[in-house]
């Protein structure tokens, strides 16, 4: 009869262990001496007897995969909980600022922009004043030529070699230069 109050101590002794784990965070070591607590008591109750010894573990083999998840959620929610485990990102979590920025690439689809540095494949390219890293559609470009934005995939900006962008056709070089500059604005 010692051995059956023994083997049920020892029973709650290894659940008390496991507890203890999630609230003392010992690096693992409540968790391994709980369970092998678990363990003896379970042999210790097929030494006494071998019905009870099936009862326990069966019961043991039902409730450990059930309660352990729900444990583990509870034990996300607390305090030790939420400092020990990182939250997954979730949709929800991109920023406005990232949003806002994918948004910025989007209106470059179709611009012109002239290489600042040499595409090979990837480079700076400057669109409206502004440098953007960009990516050839695989071949290599020059620094200084003439891009077109074909598409932006994600956070990258695919851009083909182009000619001077017809837009420049029109303009006059020579009106650039002719107002005075010491005029006030």
């Known amino acids: 009869m010692n051995n059956l109050y023994l083997a049920y101590g020892l029973l709650a002794l290894?659940?008390?262990?496991?507890?203890?784990?999630l609230i003392l965070v010992t690096a693992g070591i409540a968790a391994v001496l709980g369970i092998g607590c678990l363990i003896a008591a379970v042999a210790m109750l097929f030494s006494v007897s071998t019905l009870q010894g099936f009862i326990v573990m069966g019961i043991l083999l039902v409730l450990v995969p059930v309660v352990t998840p729900a444990i583990l959620a509870f034990w996300k929610r607390t305090a030790i909980g939420r400092k020990m485990v990182l939250e997954e990102p979730g949709d929800a979590d991109l920023s406005f600022n990232s949003l806002r920025?994918?948004?910025?690439?989007?209106?470059?689809?179709?611009?012109y922009g002239k290489a600042v540095a040499p595409l090979r494949p990837s480079g700076v390219v400057e669109f409206d004043g502004r440098r953007i890293d960009s990516i050839?559609?695989?071949?290599?470009?020059?620094e200084g030529q003439w891009v077109r934005c074909i598409s932006v995939q994600g956070n990258r900006v695919i851009?083909?070699?182009?000619?001077?962008?017809?837009?420049?056709?029109?303009?006059?070089?020579?009106?650039?230069?002719d107002a005075d500059p010491a005029a006030p604005l």
């Open 136 to 142: 050839s559609e695989g071949m290599m470009i020059d």
């Open 14 to 21: 290894g659940v008390v262990l496991l507890l203890a784990e």
């Open 159 to 177: 851009v083909r070699q182009a000619d001077r962008p017809p837009e420049l056709d029109d303009i006059d070089p020579r009106g650039l230069f």
């Open 101 to 111: 920025s994918l948004q910025e690439l989007e209106r470059y689809t179709g611009r």
